[in-house]
């Protein structure tokens, strides 16, 4: 299995420009996560997805964020408009089961706006 | 609540020695606790876990951990540091029992010098 995959793995951008951070999950997980990552605030869960569905949004930091997840094997997040404050790693997570332990991460994507 | 506390941001060794990253939770219920590494560029990987079972935890690459309630710490331990553990490393803390959002702690950065 190539485990979860993450696209672009960079992404250099200008404030105000919308930003699409692309994660395909493993095949039969039925969990997915987005995970955003600063050296201010470490690691947060911002939003998760069961069988497509968004279950908790609670830390999607505000409307310029949304997640999408159309079908079993692909999700989006997209930030639009962008500000340099968004800049962090953002990690994509999935799993078969709803514990922490059991999720698998992929790569993540390193987001810089100018 | 819960909240997880990381002692260092930053810790050297030699090869060869032991390893010693501090963890400090707080829970206001029962914790399942865990221990992650990241090396460069890469996600997120499960090291070990405690869920309420053997306070003394053994996980991969020779690492282990134990949970202290009456100290609310688990301290990730290592009698030998070797070369490719030099990555950063995450304490995280959950409410036990699959309750699903997870704390992270800042990460501390583990420096191997030859």
């Known amino acids: 299995d190539a485990g979860v995959i993450q696209s672009p793995r960079h992404e250099v951008t200008e404030m105000g420009q919308e930003v699409t951070l692309r994660c395909k999950p493993i095949s039969g997980h039925d969990y997915l996560f987005w995970y955003r990552q600063t050296m201010m605030r470490g690691l947060e869960l911002l939003i998760y997805f069961n069988n497509n569905v968004p279950i908790d949004d609670s830390g999607m930091p505000e409307d310029r964020f949304s997640a999408k997840m159309p079908n079993a094997s692909f999700s989006t997040l997209k930030i639009q408009p962008s500000e340099p404050r968004d800049s962090a790693v953002y990690f994509c997570?999935?799993?078969?089961?709803?514990?922490?332990?059991?999720?698998?991460f992929g790569p993540g994507t390193r987001l810089l706006v100018l | 609540a819960q909240s997880v506390t990381q002692l260092d941001s930053h810790v050297s060794v030699s090869e060869g020695t032991p390893v010693l990253l501090r963890c400090n939770y707080s829970?206001?219920?029962?914790?399942?606790l865990f221990w992650y590494v990241q090396h460069p560029n890469k996600g997120l990987q499960l090291l070990l876990k405690y869920t309420s079972a053997a306070t003394l935890v053994k996980g991969i690459n020779g690492f282990e951990a134990e949970f202290k309630k009456s100290e609310t710490s688990f301290h990730l331990t290592k009698p030998s540091a070797h070369m490719s553990d030099a990555a950063e490393y995450f304490c995280v803390v959950t409410r036990s029992g699959g309750s699903y959002i997870p704390t992270f702690g800042r990460g501390t950065s583990l420096i191997v010098h030859p």
């Open positions: 997570a999935s799993s078969l089961y709803l514990k922490v332990e059991t999720q698998y």
């Open positions: 829970s206001s219920y029962s914790p399942s």
